[in-house]
């Protein structure tokens, strides 16, 4: 047999077993839908196996195998963390080891710290899950916000008293879905306490939405700051936009302050240019140019040198966004190298 009657053959073979499949119809995706784009990292999926024609459901995550059920239920809810730009969720369903469907949904996760993931392919779109009323889930979940959800958070009361973290989860009935989104180690404020409703609207539509832009939501509470920041003469560019998540999560982060990035990388990510770990003294006093990193930071005690020990990453009434109350380059210096030479 020919080489190209072989490979025919083989497409013939898999082309009848995918539209077997297919005819089967042995998956329902209830969430996600295919193509569509989300705004922040966390994905809740559920989906259905017709009885009886599949033993065992593997889910794979950007190719990478990210879930094994053996026991398939009625309804199987799972969330995953979503990387930035596209994102394939697979499904595999298995009868005696052999595979007899695969679903593929791709999400698109918009990110504003990527250039390339700005904006979306053109054939996605935003959608809206609790636009639609969701009868399906309604059966084992409480679909809408409880007195509990309502209750205000002042900011305030929490700034010193940690025990009321993750306390009133129990009582959210956003928790049984969305409880993943908490599972970072820096949790925000609100967030902790599961006060969802501090920042989505209940009654705007879409449902849930964000008022833009953002700082509305976040000078509610953050009012020393908006009365810090918003005078000062200069204003750091994504603060002017109003965008104060590009940097941070209003759920929760990896890092401290809710930050999506360590504070260096997060500055170099969009001023690469400055990402030697020199700047400064580049072609003046020391042609290595002034550290930026890896060192310790000599006035925040315990902390790193970091682009935030020089520059306010919000706003300043200094030249450069100067974090200290400094008009020229010599007085910043002063700030750090007049302690060394006092020793
Ligand atoms: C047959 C009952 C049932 C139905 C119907 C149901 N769920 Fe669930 N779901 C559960 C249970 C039980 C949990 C686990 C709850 C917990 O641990 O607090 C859960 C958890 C979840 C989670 C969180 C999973 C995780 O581990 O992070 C998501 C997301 C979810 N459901 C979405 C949905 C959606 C969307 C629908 C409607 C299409 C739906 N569920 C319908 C029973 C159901
Ligand atoms: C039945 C499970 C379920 C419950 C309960 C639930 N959500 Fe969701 N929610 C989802 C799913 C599924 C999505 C879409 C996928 C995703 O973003 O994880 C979603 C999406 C969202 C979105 C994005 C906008 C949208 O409509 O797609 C917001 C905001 C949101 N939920 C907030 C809440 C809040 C606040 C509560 C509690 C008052 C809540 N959700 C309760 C399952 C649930
Ligand atoms: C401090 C304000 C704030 C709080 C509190 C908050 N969120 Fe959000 N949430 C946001 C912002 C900002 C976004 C980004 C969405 C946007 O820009 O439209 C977002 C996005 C989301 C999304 C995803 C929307 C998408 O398109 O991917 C979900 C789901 C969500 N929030 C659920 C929750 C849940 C559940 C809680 C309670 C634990 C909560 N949020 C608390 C501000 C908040
Ligand atoms: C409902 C009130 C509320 C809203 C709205 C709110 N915050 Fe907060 N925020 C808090 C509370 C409470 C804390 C924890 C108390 C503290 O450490 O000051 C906090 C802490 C923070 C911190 C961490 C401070 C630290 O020292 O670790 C950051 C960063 C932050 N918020 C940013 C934001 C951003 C960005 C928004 C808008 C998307 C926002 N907040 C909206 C109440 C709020
Ligand atoms: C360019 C990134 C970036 C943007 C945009 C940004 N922040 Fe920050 N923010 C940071 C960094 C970095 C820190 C930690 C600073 C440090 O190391 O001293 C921080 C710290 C904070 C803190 C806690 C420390 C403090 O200064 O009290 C709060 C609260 C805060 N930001 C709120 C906001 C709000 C509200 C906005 C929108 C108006 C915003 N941030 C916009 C990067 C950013
Ligand atoms: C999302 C992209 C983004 C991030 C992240 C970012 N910046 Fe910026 N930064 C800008 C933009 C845009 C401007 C305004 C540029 C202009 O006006 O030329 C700016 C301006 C500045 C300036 C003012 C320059 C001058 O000469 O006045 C300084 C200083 C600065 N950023 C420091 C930082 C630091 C420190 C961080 C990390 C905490 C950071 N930036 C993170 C986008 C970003
Ligand atoms: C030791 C203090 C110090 C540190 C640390 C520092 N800077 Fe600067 N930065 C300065 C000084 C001083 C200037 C003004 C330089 C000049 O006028 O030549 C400046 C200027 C800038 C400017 C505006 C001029 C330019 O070069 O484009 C930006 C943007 C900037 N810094 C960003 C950053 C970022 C991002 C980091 C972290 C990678 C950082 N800086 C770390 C002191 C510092
Ligand atoms: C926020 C504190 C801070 C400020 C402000 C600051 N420095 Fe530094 N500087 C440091 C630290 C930390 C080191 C590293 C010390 C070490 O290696 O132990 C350093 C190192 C240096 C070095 C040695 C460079 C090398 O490669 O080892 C020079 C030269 C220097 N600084 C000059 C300056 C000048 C000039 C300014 C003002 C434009 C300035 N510094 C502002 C903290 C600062």
Redesign the pocket.
């Known amino acids: 047999m020919s080489i190209k009657i072989f490979f025919s053959l083989v497409l013939l073979f898999t082309v009848l077993i995918t539209d077997t499949g297919h005819a089967q119809n042995i998956f329902t995706i209830h969430y996600p839908p295919d193509k569509i ?4 990292g ?1 994905l809740g999926v559920s989906f259905s196996v017709k009885e009886g024609t599949a033993d065992k459901v593997i889910i794979k995550v950007n190719n990478e195998p990210f879930k094994k059920l053996d026991e398939i239920k009625n309804i199987n809810d799972f969330s995953i963390n979503l990387e930035p730009g596209t994102n394939t969720i697979e499904f595999l369903a298995l009868k005696d080891d052999a595979l007899v469907e695969s679903v593929s949904r791709f999400v698109f996760l918009r990110s504003d710290l990527i250039g390339a993931y700005k904006q979306w392919p053109p054939d996605y779109r ?1 959608d809206n899950f609790h636009s639609r009323k969701q009868e399906l889930c309604a059966e084992c979940h409480t679909m809408d916000p409880a007195e509990a959800d309502r209750k205000p958070v002042i900011i305030a009361s929490q700034s010193s008293d940690h025990s009321l973290e993750k306390h009133n989860e129990k009582q ?1 009935t ?1 928790y049984s879905c ?1 409880k993943g ?2 599972s970072y180690a820096y949790v ?1 404020g ?2 902790s306490v ?3 409703l ?3 609207d209940e009654k705007s539509s879409p449902r ?3 008022e ?1 832009p ?1 700082t509305v ?2 000078f509610k509470c953050h009012l020393d700051k908006q009365k810090l920041w918003m005078n000062k003469k200069h204003k750091h560019g994504p603060v002017t936009l109003g965008k104060c ?1 590009i940097c941070h999560s ?2 929760s982060a990896r890092y401290p302050f809710n930050l999506y990035k360590r504070t260096w990388d997060l500055c170099v990510n969009c001023h690469y240019e400055l990402g030697s770990g020199r700047h400064v003294l580049g072609d003046s006093l020391s042609q290595r140019g002034h550290p930026t990193k890896d060192k310790e930071d000599p006035i925040r005690i315990g902390r790193e040198l970091t682009c935030a020990s020089c520059h306010d990453p919000h706003a300043s009434d200094f030249p450069h966004m100067f974090a200290y109350e400094v008009d020229n380059l010599f007085d910043l210096c002063q700030k750090c190298h007049q302690k060394k030479m006092d020793q």
């Open positions: 784009i989300k705004e922040y966390l935003k959210s956003c969305h989104i908490l925000h609100p967030a599961w006060s969802c501090s920042c989505h849930y939405r964000i833009k953002e939501i976040c998540t209003p759920h």
